[in-house]
């Protein structure tokens, strides 16, 4: 039988309640079990475009709950997906063939903070921001810092292997987790990973981060804490040619300057968040790039003085250096606000994520917005160009006869040339059910067949999470159904 | 030959069939005794100073990575001896870790040879990527039971312009919470080490701050290394001095005698024999070495 035929028998009925619902509600309070169809329903997407069903929705508020659940899954034969905030823009949290949601949006509490060997232990639910907020006045923070930073969650993070912004000098998620606490897919309970530096045998710490729910569920998160810098500069520097601008993140790192962050926006993103925000940003250029380095004031000083030398070398319109907090807020707000603005452009929007060589950025970048303007459409670039982070945002009207299918194709497009380019298919966003069956452009069945092996080892039964990543059914039995919304 | 071709070559040589072991320049334990031994290609197929990346065979000396990347002004975060390949396979990081992180934050792309013979690419090129399953990190520390490396894709960092190490009679804990990143901090017990990279006027100011003397060398370091929780490094001064070397804020402590032997639990040691027999249902790739019992 498939996952999805098993699933059917699961499915919430309006009237009368399931075999399967009383089974959890037999496991965890009533309460934290919920079959309603509305309440159901909400738990059907995520960030993303993509549908999904989902047979009962558990919130599960410790290691013991997501415990139970797991193996009221097993019994049932039912598959599970773990859910943090429900941000991802992937279809990672997407439940597929009736799955059981298991939320840990209650497990939210900061569990230790040791400031001196900057580590701390927390529930998978904890939000990003929350817990830098929480921890400010040590001195350290969270160093992955997402644009849904204020609202996804540590285990979510996990789960993708969350990028930002800041991640340029310090590392994307995997660099910032010491262990990870989980249920595995058959209901046992294990530390990957540890406080200590270099635990016996595999990096199963390592293999587990980014495995979008697939491993199983994170219920305690040990992660690593940084000092916050003692001199932040933060520049803005315009450029009447894109390509330029783009160049120039090239010169900064074959120089030896690996800045904290380095974000560009272009003209028609600029327009939307100035018109949002009133900052004074440089409208009339084709391009921004904020640039954030950071550390000992001779080291900073030093940098803004050099950034502005090799800038110079590529025409640089104006260079603005915030003057003080309130001007770093302002331009971080600027950066951190374009989904919002460009909701004064269109009512809706499609945001891409691919990874290319720096060098070949301006190249790609001509290539999107020839790609956009074949199919008669708007798009934004706002992105993380200091590690080649490609953010297309096609931004539409879904009224508009044709237009989804229109932001469709020129998605594929964008995709495609990214990985043609020496790119690959996402920088933070992960594969989920967006990009799934894209994966042949970067893999060989040799190479996929070994990621299917290691979902094997952690989940012989292919309960958790599935449908994701791997195109292909990973010798599971389960056929792959096609999520509503889907554009590949 | 090129890279390409060698590794065509490789996988051949460790074929589909029979117990097979590999070797670098065997400063790491060297190969499986009495198991036909395969090395793996070597050499750098290029560099990429704006990409700030290498790709080279698994089989080229560390040594020759560093000279090379140093003609333009970077490197990577691997102790400099054996080869990129043996030191990806054991995993161990170097004295720099608790600045530059750790070794298996290097890797971008690899490919290895397979249990089958086949040649298995893992990961992508660019500097950020998570498209697909971490199998990067999973061959990181494995030792060579799951695939032997055969060429990898290295991310790089700059190559420091200054560096000083320098020693105080000072806390370590202290000194970790009052100097900005500091890239090494050692402590045998008596006396710290401290080591420093970055602008030289910004090391000036953070040694005179806390108090640190410029020293020309690090100390020597004990032959074992024992990995523990950073937060139990206090309990070292209880110890005689003189006897370890610890990594403050790290948790690796260098010792005279082995570490003893890890007890992971049930579950781990499952999840260990179900990922080896997916990936080498016959133990045929470094046969008799059990990851979770070497240190």
Not at chain 1, 280 to 300: C, H, M, R, S, T
Not at chain 1, 341 to 355: E, G, M, Q
């Amino acid at each position: 039988m498939t996952v999805d035929a098993v699933a059917r028998s699961h499915v919430a009925a309006p009237h009368g309640t399931t075999p399967l619902v009383a089974r959890l509600r037999s496991v965890l309070r009533p309460d934290q079990v919920r079959d309603g169809v509305s309440e159901v329903n909400l738990y059907r997407h995520d960030a993303s475009n993509l549908v999904g069903h989902a047979s009962v929705v558990c919130f599960a508020e410790s290691t013991d709950d997501v415990r139970a659940i797991v193996l009221v899954a097993n019994e049932f034969g039912v598959p599970f997906v773990a859910r943090g905030s429900g941000t991802g823009l992937a279809g990672g949290a997407v439940p597929m063939g009736g799955a059981i949601v298991v939320s840990t949006a209650k497990m939210n509490r900061i569990l230790s903070v040791d400031p001196v060997n900057r580590v701390a232990w927390v529930e998978p639910g904890v939000l990003n921001l929350d817990l830098s907020k929480q921890i400010a006045h040590l001195g350290v923070h969270f160093a992955p810092d997402p644009s849904s930073q204020q609202t996804c969650s540590i285990g979510g993070n996990v789960a993708n292997n969350s990028g930002g912004p800041h991640c340029l000098a310090d590392g994307v998620t995997s660099a910032h987790i010491h262990a990870v606490e989980a249920v595995l897919p058959d209901g046992s309970v294990t530390v990957l990973g540890g406080e200590e530096p270099e635990p016996a045998g595999y990096d199963l710490r390592g293999v587990f981060v980014g495995s979008e729910g697939m491993f199983g569920v994170a219920t305690k998160v040990c992660v690593k804490l940084m000092a916050n810098p003692p001199g932040v500069a933060t520049m803005l520097l315009d450029f009447a040619d894109v390509a330029d601008g783009a160049q120039l993140v090239s010169d900064i790192i074959a120089d030896g300057i690996v800045p904290a962050a380095v974000e560009m926006m272009d003209q028609l993103c600029l327009r939307a968040v100035e018109a949002f925000i009133h900052a004074g940003l440089p409208v009339e250029q084709a391009a921004a790039l904020l640039i954030e380095v950071v550390g000992l004031p001779a080291a900073v000083a030093a940098q803004v003085e050099r950034i502005g030398e090799l800038a110079g070398r590529r025409n640089v319109g104006g260079v603005r250096v915030a003057a003080d907090d309130a001007e770093r807020a302002l331009l971080w707000k600027g950066r951190k606000s374009a989904f919002g603005a460009i909701a004064r452009i269109k009512p809706n929007y499609y945001l891409h994520d691919t990874v290319v060589p720096r060098h070949k950025l301006p190249e790609v970048l001509e290539q999107v917005y020839e790609i956009a303007a074949r199919h008669e459409l708007l798009v934004l670039n706002v992105f993380h160009a200091g590690d080649g982070n490609l953010h297309p945002l096609l931004v539409y009207d879904a009224r508009e006869p044709g237009v989804v299918e229109r932001v469709h194709a020129a998605g594929d497009e964008i995709v495609r040339v990214s990985v043609a380019a020496g790119g690959v298919l996402s920088g933070e966003h992960g594969i989920g059910l967006e990009k799934r069956d894209l994966m042949p452009l970067m893999f060989s069945e040799i190479d996929l067949a070994a990621q299917a092996d290691l979902r094997r080892a952690f989940d012989p039964r292919c309960l958790s999470n599935p449908d994701k990543v791997l195109p292909s059914p990973a010798g599971c039995g389960d056929i792959h159904s096609i999520p509503e919304g889907a554009w590949v | 030959m090129s890279l390409d071709d060698a590794i065509g070559a490789f996988a051949a040589q460790v074929g589909p069939n029979g117990p097979v072991t590999i070797t670098g320049l065997g400063t790491r334990g060297g190969p499986v005794v009495g198991v036909r031994t395969v090395r793996a290609p070597s050499g750098i197929e290029w560099i990429q100073p704006a990409e700030m990346t290498i790709r080279c065979g698994a089989g080229t000396p560390v040594a020759d990575v560093d000279a090379a990347l140093a003609e333009h002004g970077q490197c990577v975060v691997i102790a400099d001896f054996g080869t990129i390949g043996g030191a990806l396979a054991v995993g161990h990081s170097d004295v720099r870790r608790l600045s530059w992180g750790p070794v298996r934050d290097t890797v971008l792309q690899l490919r290895y040879v397979s249990a089958a013979g086949e040649v298995v690419k893992a990961g992508g090129p660019t500097v950020k990527n998570v498209s697909g399953f971490d199998l990067c990190r999973l061959m990181v520390g494995s030792r060579g039971t799951l695939g032997f490396l055969a060429d990898v894709i290295l991310r790089t960092r700059p190559r420091p312009t200054h560096e000083q190490w320098y020693s105080s009679r000072r806390d370590p804990w202290a000194l970790l919470g009052e100097l900005y990143r500091p890239t090494s901090v050692l402590w045998d017990g008596t006396t710290s080490w401290v080591l420093l990279d970055g602008h030289p006027d910004d090391l000036r100011g953070q040694a005179a701050g806390s108090e640190l003397v410029a020293v020309d060398t690090p100390p020597d370091l004990p032959p074992h290394r024992w990995s523990v929780a950073p937060s139990t490094l206090t309990e070292l001064r209880d110890e005689p001095a003189g006897t370890f070397v610890a990594e403050i804020g790290v948790g690796i402590v260098h010792r005279s005698r082995p570490a003893p032997p890890a007890e992971p639990d049930p579950e781990t040691v499952e999840l260990h024999r179900r990922i080896r027999d997916e990936f080498d249902p016959a133990g045929r790739l470094n046969p008799g070495l059990d990851v979770l019992a070497v240190t």
